[in-house]
């Protein structure tokens, strides 16, 4: 626990390689990595649901505005985009914001 946000590395593995992680800062999901070629086999997924496990009200996340591959993925798994920058991140790249709320 940090201050009074939780915060929780989650990682992924097989055969004693990692092969995924995220790193969630209620409801903040910073970071869900998961290697290419493992990707397509339930490892986000199954990270993803986590998250929303243990953020169960609402997730909130930033996802590059190219990478339609996540942004797909996200927006699958009931997250809506509720605002865009030109690149106001480490990267300058620009992004997209995403938040998932809990139906119940």
């Known amino acids: 626990m940090v201050g009074e946000r939780s ?8 055969a004693g390689q990692t092969v995924g992680y995220m790193f969630l800062q209620k409801p903040y ?12 086999r339930g490892i986000g ?22 990478n339609t591959n996540a942004r797909a993925f996200y927006e699958a798994h009931g997250f809506h985009v509720v605002g865009y920058t030109d690149g106001q991140n480490n ?7 995403y938040v998932w709320i809990s139906k119940q």
């Open 45 to 66: 997924s199954s990270l993803l649901n986590k998250a929303k496990t243990l953020s169960p009200r609402q997730l909130e996340l930033r996802d590059f505005k190219r």
């Open 91 to 97: 990267e300058n790249e620009p992004d997209v914001r």
């Open 7 to 14: 915060e929780a590395w989650w990682v992924a593995q097989h």
């Open 29 to 40: 999901l910073d970071h869900l990595y998961v290697r290419s070629d493992w990707q397509g």
